[in-house]
């Protein structure tokens, strides 16, 4: 029975290795998205020159500096996103397969890419997310439409929960 367990155990051990696929589909996924965003960011500056044509007045000059501002924050929002599954990645790899030392030992690297615990993990995806949040707020709040003082007030008290969740957010750095 002993070298049952014992092979068992090791299969059991080896097991982690399957991982690796979630730590490639999420590097290939990140990636696609630094692509998409480096490609969208690309084309949004290539157009901004037509910015500065006479020949936009008035609401025309008005609606591409709004398209412009939106694309923007898609961009961000890509580039977010990528690095959410970058450190994703990173996070699995290092708490499943193995330290990734040239990371520990380098003088330039982040220490935001260095994962030790799963706590570290999800701290670090929690963070970014909740940038992701609040690009996506800022980006819908652009095409809102005031009607009322009541769309107003909703708009502050959401600016007010950021504020809170930011809040919150630095305070738990600051009791690690």
Do not use: C
Not at 14 to 35: I, K, N, P
Not at 140 to 168: P, Q, R, S, W
């Amino acid at each position: 029975m002993n070298m049952l367990e014992k092979v068992f155990e090791r299969f059991l051990w080896d097991s982690r290795f399957a991982v690796l696929f979630a730590v490639a589909a999420s590097l290939l996924t990140a990636f696609a998205m630094f692509y998409m965003a480096t490609v969208d960011a690309w084309f949004m500056v290539s157009h901004i020159l037509d910015y500065a044509s006479p020949d936009l007045v008035g609401t025309a000059r008005a609606e591409m500096r709004s398209a412009t501002v939106t694309h923007v924050v898609e961009i961000i929002d890509g580039y977010l996103l990528a690095t959410v599954l970058l450190i994703f990645a990173l996070g699995l790899y290092e708490l499943f397969i193995s330290r990734i030392e040239a990371a520990e030992s380098s003088e330039t690297a982040s220490k935001v890419l260095i994962i030790h615990s799963l706590d570290d993990l999800k701290g670090r995806l929690a963070k970014v997310i909740l940038m992701i949040l609040i690009v996506k707020f800022f980006e819908y709040t652009g095409t809102m439409e005031f009607k009322n003082a009541l769309d107003l007030l909703y708009l502050a008290a959401g600016i007010a929960l950021l504020g809170v969740a930011l809040y919150f957010s630095h305070k738990a750095d600051e009791s690690h």
